[in-house]
């Protein structure tokens, strides 16, 4: 016999057990805890279609399909094309928007579920035929809505009637094991307020707050997103917004590329100094002196320097100019003299022309005297070009064979490289700043003397020289006969990893890219070589691949 306290014991076991019978089944009665979507819970319905000319892909928006068509190598969007699609309700031709999109009418969308459409492309020459599938959610009827409805609310009401009769029950045997009123009544209290407490609780189930999260996640937007298996999503309108292009990566054989550090220097035909030939003074012209970067003329008159005259100089100047003068007045009262007796022909003419000779001498020899006291040294452009250099100052005291100004021709620069081997480039080369720009060189020469260990070579800039300064620091490429067999790719295809690890961007799927490690040899100024780590054929981001690598 058990005692009374043992009985309570299993009464209460019984209860416990029946709650937990219908419990469980109550509360999941209707709900469906279904594993959501990882793209589309963030993403409109859409369908996608490609062939070896063309990548399409059609977004459900309202009562619209909005249509994106890209060409399939380079994913650059294809505009002016004519859009046939075949729909449920009849062929109709998508037109196009501004932005370059193509808009179609889809009343079907409405619809329940799977949708099936043909497209026509035909852009150019070039017409191909495209079959897509689109999944729309189904919204449910409103008789299904309210049978539902109903549906749940009997089973509810059953439910919880259910419920409260198994309490009933096991409070009344409780109440009977433990033979007392009191008891009893405490029991059926607790097990009525235990039952009311857990219907209230599967009541305020929130099933409208699930849906309210779903609804908020599926009309968030068009966003670009990280998937959990590495891959990016990116919808076509953030493509649009993130300039994404494409290439078919394609194996081949190239030139090996030897990269040397070159500076720019000045042509030496199109450059020149402007020095002093003697010490002295320096002044300006009536213009005042050039400033940097003025673009000057050959023969252009840049300054003067006056030279200075030492106080025993002054004397002999003075000395030698009184002996002048001197010599100029007796000729000067002779050549008068002659000139009376002339006409007479008391001297012959050839006595007077003789004496006016000497005193046109001697005055010249005079004016020169005073001239070099007073007329400073000119300083004269040797070549057209614009001034790179200067330090003239009004009053400033030169040495001879001081640099007043160094002239050089922007559109004519050479670029001197150091060669730790003899080169002798004879395919080209190229000359990369630092911002990326790339330059076609042709080579000049290659200097005999070795300097630090290397070997200077020239090579003359041919085309635009804009942005190049003399001094300037680049990269030279050149050329050489040994070949390499790789993948040839922008260098803005390769984004390197925080471990340091180089990889590129694969285009998968219309809207889906994939990291792919690689190992990379430089090519050229535009170029690197993937010589392991992708594979040929298939589509590689070329531009926009730093883009997606912030995705997140």
């Known amino acids: 016999m058990l005692s009374h306290f043992g009985r309570a014991l299993c009464a209460l076991a019984a209860i416990a057990a029946l709650c937990a019978a219908i419990a469980p089944a109550s509360a999941h009665e209707g709900h469906d805890h279904g594993e959501q979507p990882a793209v589309s819970a963030g993403a409109l319905p859409r369908g996608e279609a490609d062939s070896d000319a063309f990548e399409i892909v059609a977004v459900a928006r309202g009562d619209h399909l909005e249509i994106h068509l890209d060409r399939f190598a380079t994913n650059e969007p294809v505009t002016g094309a004519v859009l046939e699609v075949e729909t449920p309700g009849g062929s109709v031709r998508a037109t196009e928007n501004t932005d370059g999109t193509y808009r179609l009418p889809a009343p079907w969308l409405a619809k329940n579920g799977r949708t099936d459409l043909i497209f026509t492309v035909t852009a150019g020459d070039a017409t191909d035929i495209l079959p897509m599938t689109i999944q729309t959610a189904r919204e ?9 409805a109903a549906h749940g609310e009997r089973i509810g009401r059953n439910s919880v009637l259910l ?13 009977l094991a433990l033979r007392g009123r009191r008891a009893a009544a405490i ?19 929130g099933h409208e707050e ?3 999260q779903v609804a908020i996640s599926v009309g968030s937007g068009e966003r670009a997103q990280r998937l959990p298996d590495g891959a990016v999503f990116v919808p076509k309108t953030v493509q649009r917004i993130f300039a994404l292009r494409t290439l078919v990566a394609e194996q081949a054989k190239h030139r090996k ?34 400033r940097l970067g003025t673009r000057v003329k050959q023969g252009d008159i840049l300054g003067y320097v006056t030279p200075p005259i030492q106080a025993i100089d002054v004397s002999d100047m003075r000395q030698r100019q009184g002996e002048l003068d001197q010599q100029i007045s007796i000729v000067e009262r002779r050549f008068a003299r002659y000139e009376q007796l002339a006409p007479s022909g008391a001297i012959s003419r050839t006595q007077l022309e003789d004496t006016r000779l000497e005193l046109e001498g001697l005055r010249e020899r005079r004016a020169s005297i005073e001239k070099s006291r007073r007329e400073p040294e000119p300083l004269i452009a040797p070549v057209a ?7 003239a100052v009004a009053g400033q005291i030169v040495q001879p064979s001081s640099v007043v100004f160094n002239i050089i021709d922007p559109s004519r620069l050479w670029v001197e490289a150091l060669s730790f081997e003899s080169l002798e480039p004879s395919r080209g080369a190229r000359a990369s700043t630092y911002t990326g720009r790339n330059y076609d060189l042709v080579y000049q020469g290659t200097g005999f003397a070795d300097r630090s260990q290397s070997v200077p070579v020239h090579f003359a800039v041919t085309g635009e020289t804009a942005g190049l300064r003399a001094g300037q620091f680049l990269t030279v490429l050149v050329t050489t006969d040994e070949t390499k067999e790789g993948l040839a790719v922008p260098r803005g295809s390769v984004v390197r ?10 285009h998968v799927a219309p809207e889906r890219f994939m990291a792919r490690s690689v190992r990379t040899e430089p090519l050229d100024g535009d170029r690197v070589l993937i010589v392991s780590g992708f594979s040929p054929g298939k589509r590689i981001v070329s531009q926009g691949a730093d883009l997606l690598d912030h995705v997140r």
Not at 497 to 506: A, C, I, M, R, T
């Open 140 to 148: 449910p009827a409103q008789s299904e809505v309210q049978g539902d």
């Open 163 to 175: 419920a409260l009769g198994g309490l009933l029950a096991g409070a009344l045997l409780t109440a």
């Open 187 to 205: 029991v059926v209290i607790l097990a009525a307020f235990a039952g009311v407490r857990g219907t209230n609780a599967h009541e305020g189930h």
């Open 210 to 212: 699930d849906k309210a």
């Open 257 to 290: 590329v030897t990269e040397l550090p070159g500076r720019i220097i000045p042509d030496p035909n199109a450059s020149g100094y402007v020095q002093s030939a003697v010490g002295g003074r320096l002044s300006a012209p009536a213009a005042g002196f050039p």
């Open 385 to 391: 070009g614009v001034i790179a250099e200067g330090t």
């Open 497 to 506: 990893g925080s471990n340091g690890q180089d990889f590129v961007y694969e």
